[in-house]
């Protein structure tokens, strides 16, 4: 790694504070190096780290952190922040298990201002910290960092709405690197960038490059050049006040922008001077996602969040053949299924590569609906195109259909439309952590009226769960867990199954596992040590009560398995339907724990919520002993 010897004199911030404005420059250069060094090795967020190293720096710079709150949107661009409060020496840890935490966390640090994962929820957040402080004449100052992207999401703009309107003083920067994961979407970024400050911008730096060029051959010439730049600069602070920048004018905040966001010492300038003004303050950076790192730069998508990798070559393609995952399965499934039935759309909030839509996307551009980060919005927007007889499929990560619970039951069940949710990432994500898990679905989604549940255990039991689901007039949700099953062909056709029947895969003898989803696996394992009978259900909802009937009929002990937390899941479903049926057997429910979980490696969480087979068997084997003994008693 290249020295840091600025950045080696770093620990907490009050050590930025003590060095000239002048060196800034320099520490940004090793920060970055730093970064690169350190993401390199342990994989996460990278791009847009990168692309906030200088305005990390201004910040801690400027503002009194901890007692003033940084607030971070998202927070998957909060490693130099991480770095310079700290955390520097346990970097290497990066989202293992036990080591440092991808985002911002409150328990963490006392310079994590607050918990998120989550986008659009910096401004909220920051304002009531803002109005906590007034009530309690504490000087804090409290600033909000949001991203053109996060920006999209409606709950941004309902805490822009709300503080524009308020005697409070708080900052929000809209960080605009014109990216979201994948290039930003919708009217905002283009009213961003249609800013005309941006051409003049451009052309500044064009005659400032080309006059460098050019005229750096003629004596005076370079002088003259200057004093033009510097007069454009005027028109651009005149114009701030022009019709184009009254958004956010209009919402009750002082605009200030757009400024360069990797010239530290001008943000370090800028930020002192807004520091002390009164009232809501936008001030607009811009910055480019990848900043300084070429590979990064030219490919910010790629780049967003990695694994381990060679700096000097970038990321490496595997060249063993890897099973498909689960999101492959699905961006497979709906193509082919667009391709019989024309009147299939997909919706995506921001996440088309994550949810596999990429090549949905470049095939069908007017079926696709990239709708920006806004969940609540996604869902709506489906069941308005079913009303209008269309087949949409909403293909969302679990932890992110969270945001849009009310529209999912207001807006669609409610009126029984036919939207499929492709619910991916359901169950341990693993280094995202607690706030990407997506263990509460099963739960949130089991009590809203009208909805058919699918829980696929393999790839092809997706493909098969994905027709079936999708041929039905009425709301339909297939969950499925993140990264690769078990390896075995999904096939190509879209042949469907009986809704709401399960399958038996095993017949064991005492004891019958009634698993749900990616708990089957785990569940085969385990039968063959304890020669157990293990149901696939396949649906949570509608659930085969006649097998259930069956299974409770032929054991003595029942065993219900799910990725999901045991309260109120698929596990809860059973003992319901089980004491409807006035059947009484003793019912073990596994599943994920009632406590926040942690952030690492997918096997050792598993292995932590008893999860894995071994711990199933251990779990089962001591439950047997204590019914065992009740029964002697
Ligand atoms: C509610 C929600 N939906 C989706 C995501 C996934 N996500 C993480 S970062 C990101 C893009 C954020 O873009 P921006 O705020 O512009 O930050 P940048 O990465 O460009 O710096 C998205 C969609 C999320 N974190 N939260």
């Known amino acids: 790694m290249t020295p840091t010897p600025l950045l080696d004199k770093i620990e907490f911030p009050q050590d930025i504070r003590r060095l000239q404005k002048s060196q800034l420059p320099q520490l940004a250069d090793e920060l970055r190096s730093y970064l690169l060094d350190s993401v390199s090795k342990t994989g996460g967020h990278f791009a847009s780290n990168l692309g906030a ?21 998202v927070g ?20 293992q298990y036990g080591g440092l935490s991808g985002f911002p966390k409150l328990s963490e640090s006392e310079y994590d201002a607050f918990g998120v994962g989550h986008s659009s929820t910096s401004i909220g957040a920051a304002l009531g910290m803002a109005i906590a402080d007034k009530l309690q004449f504490k000087p804090n100052r409290s600033v ?6 996060a920006m999209t999401g409606g709950q941004a703009f309902e805490a822009l709405n709300n503080a524009g309107d308020m005697d409070v003083d708080i900052l929000v920067i809209l960080n605009d690197n014109e990216m979201s994961i994948s290039p930003n979407v919708g009217a905002l970024p283009k009213y961003l960038a249609r800013n005309p400050l941006h051409e003049v911008k451009d052309l500044v730096k ?52 757009p400024v360069d966001g990797h010239d530290v010492i001008q943000l370090v300038e800028i930020l002192e001077e807004i520091r002390n003004r009164k009232g809501p303050q936008l001030l607009h950076v811009m910055t480019k996602k990848g900043q300084g790192y070429q590979l990064a730069e030219n490919d910010p998508v790629a780049f967003h969040a990695v694994s381990a990798f060679d700096p000097a070559h970038g990321l490496s393609k595997s060249s063993s053949v890897m099973p498909l995952t689960y999101t492959q399965i699905f961006g497979r499934w709906i193509l082919d299924q667009a391709a019989v039935d024309e009147r299939l759309l997909a919706i995506t909030p921001a996440m088309r590569e994550g949810s596999g839509l990429v090549e949905f996307a470049q095939c069908y551009p007017q079926r696709y609906f990239d709708v920006g980060i806004a969940e609540q919005h996604a869902v709506t927007f489906a069941a308005g195109l079913a009303c209008g007889q269309m087949k949409p499929v909403v293909a969302i990560y679990s932890t992110f259909l969270q945001r849009a619970y009310d529209q999912l039951i207001h807006d669609v069940a409610l009126q029984n439309l036919p939207v499929l949710f492709a619910i991916d990432r359901g169950g341990i994500v693993g280094a995202d952590g607690p706030t990407h898990a997506g ?14 549940i699918a829980v696929p255990s393999d790839e092809h039991e997706c493909r098969l769960l994905l027709s079936s689901c999708y041929q039905l007039d009425q709301p339909t949700a297939v969950r499925y867990p993140r990264g690769v099953g078990t390896g075995i062909d999904a096939g190509t ?65 029942l065993v219900t398995l799910e990725e999901n937390s045991v309260m109120g899941g698929a596990g809860s479903a059973v003992l319901e339907s089980l004491a409807r049926s006035g059947l009484s057997r003793p019912v073990l429910v596994l599943g994920i724990p009632d406590k926040v979980t942690e952030h690492g490696d997918t096997n050792l969480l598993h292995d932590q919520m008893g999860l894995s087979a071994a711990k199933i068997q251990q779990q089962i084997e001591e439950w047997i002993l204590t019914q065992n003994h009740s029964e002697l008693k």
């Open 206 to 257: 064009s005659f400032k490059h080309k006059s460098e060029r050019v005229l750096g051959l003629v004596p005076g010439a370079l002088d003259v050049a200057q004093k033009v730049e510097n007069k454009i600069k005027g028109l651009i602070e005149e114009s701030s006040d022009s019709d184009t920048l009254s958004l956010f004018d209009n919402f009750g905040f002082v605009y200030t922008g």
């Open 53 to 73: 190293v200088e305005l990390t720096i201004a910040l801690h710079y400027v503002y009194q952190t901890p007692q003033d709150h940084l607030v971070w949107d």
């Open 76 to 95: 998957h661009q909060s490693y130099p922040h991480k770095i310079l409060t700290g955390r520097k020496e346990r970097m290497h840890t990066m989202r």
């Open 439 to 452: 263990i509460y679905d099963l739960s949130y989604l089991r009590c809203v009226p009208n909805l058919v």
């Open 493 to 557: 056709d879209l042949e469907t199954v009986a809704i709401g029947k399960g399958i038996i895969h095993r017949q064991g003898s005492k004891i019958a596992l009634i698993a749900f989803g990616s708990m089957v696996q785990p569940a085969l394992v385990t039968a063959e040590v304890i020669d157990a009978t293990v149901a696939d259900m396949r649906f949570v909802k509608p659930l085969d009560k006649d097998l259930l009937l069956q299974l409770a009929q032929e054991h003595d002990y």
């Open 144 to 149: 909000a960092i949001i991203g053109d992207g």
